[in-house]
């Protein structure tokens, strides 16, 4: 376990990863375009509904800032453990802790009330920060589980679950297994209207994107 100085730290850590997730794409997609995306479309401030309201080319915006302000939180992360010495027990904690402190300031964001994205790009730039080849393990489930059940969410979800075997595999300690799982269980909270909207019929399909609508 960490020592005093070394929790001292980790809270530092977190409220950074906080801050760090509060800095939204979708906010500076609102200031270039007038448009405020907790209003429109799906009401998300994510990078897809930046993408159905505005275009692609907001929508690769809003998602290029999301992920690279979880690669950044990472990177950043890891810098402060190694500048203040921390074992790699205690390091690993102040990493994962700074990453979802990161992906919850991203998704509750002080500044929009507590209601801000679903995490998905911030989701995919902290497992890029971990390692490009785990972002890409990811980011492919992410599409094929999207894919293959039509709908966005269970891809989504995945991203998550890698979290979760990353932490469990790559990370000494129970901490980080600890706080991927509160993700986890967050992230099926954050999407209970999705899974509402499933039972109705009533939720967008993946091929409807792509102008195949698939019947139910």
């Known amino acids: 376990m960490p020592e005093p100085l070394g929790w001292l730290w ?11 997730g509060n800095i939204h794409g979708s906010t500076v997609a609102g200031w270039l375009s ?20 505005l275009g692609k080319k ?12 979880g690669v950044a939180a ?60 785990i972002g890409v393990v990811g980011l492919a489930l992410l599409i094929i589980v999207s894919l293959a059940t ?10 998550y679950v890698t979290f979760i075997v990353t932490a469990v595999v790559f990370a ?3 901490g980080p297994d600890l706080i991927a799982a509160g993700l986890f ?7 209970i209207e999705n899974f509402r909207r499933m039972r109705a019929g009533e939720e967008k399909r993946v091929s409807s994107v792509f102008g195949k609508k698939k019947t139910a």
């Open 185 to 191: 269980a967050m992230a099926i909270w954050k999407h």
């Open 74 to 133: 990472v990177l950043l992360a890891r810098w402060i453990s190694s500048a203040i010495g921390l074992g790699p027990e205690a390091g690993a904690l102040l990493v994962f802790a700074m990453a979802a402190a990161t992906i919850l300031g991203h998704n509750f964001p002080f500044h929009m009330s507590f209601n801000g994205g679903k995490g998905t790009a911030t989701v995919i730039g902290v497992l890029l920060g971990f390692d490009w080849k």
């Open 150 to 159: 039509d709908f966005l969410v269970f891809g989504v979800l995945m991203l």
């Open 172 to 174: 000494p300690g129970a």
């Open 34 to 53: 007038g448009v405020n995306l907790k209003e429109t479309g799906v009401k998300n401030a994510g990078a897809s509904n930046a993408a159905i309201v």
């Open 10 to 20: 980790i809270a530092v850590a977190v409220i950074a990863g906080y801050l760090i």
């Open 58 to 69: 907001y929508g690769a915006l809003v998602a290029a800032i999301d992920i690279g302000k």
